[in-house]
């Protein structure tokens, strides 16, 4: 069974920083297109960030704050998030999407609790 475990969530405090890591089996790694996607309480699951063949794309709320990135052998996938606000409280997970040649072709995390208080 493929997985994406997450790992790196907690508590902070606002202006704090926090930094996820996602394990990405080998079978994904060349393969898929990789971002962190998260889900509020209440709110929609709604796409923070991805990274695909070194091109990386940031949703608007988080660019400049959240940096994206992969390990040397595309094993893990980081999400970097500094100057966290309060508004950045979700559960975040990690997502292989368009993967090239498997079925299904996307798989994702269980989730990593971040808290941020003001």
């Known amino acids: 069974q493929v997985q994406l475990v997450e790992s790196g969530g907690g508590s902070v405090q606002a202006g704090g920083s926090l930094k996820l890591s996602c394990a990405v089996p080998?079978?994904?790694?060349?393969?898929?297109?990789m971002g962190w996607h998260r889900q509020a309480p209440g709110k929609e699951r709604e796409l923070v960030s991805s990274?695909?063949?070194?091109?990386?794309t940031y949703a608007g709320s988080v660019k400049g704050r959240f940096t994206i990135s992969l390990g040397n052998a595309k094993n893990t996938l980081y999400l970097q998030m500094n100057s966290l606000k309060t508004e950045d409280t979700a559960v975040y997970y990690c997502?292989?999407?368009?993967?090239?040649?498997?079925?299904?072709?996307?798989?994702w995390g269980q989730g990593t609790q971040v808290t941020v208080s003001s």
């Open positions: 997502a292989a999407e368009r993967c090239l040649g498997l079925e299904p072709d996307n798989y």
């Open positions: 080998e079978l994904l790694a060349y393969r898929c297109a």
């Open positions: 990274i695909s063949d070194d091109s990386t």
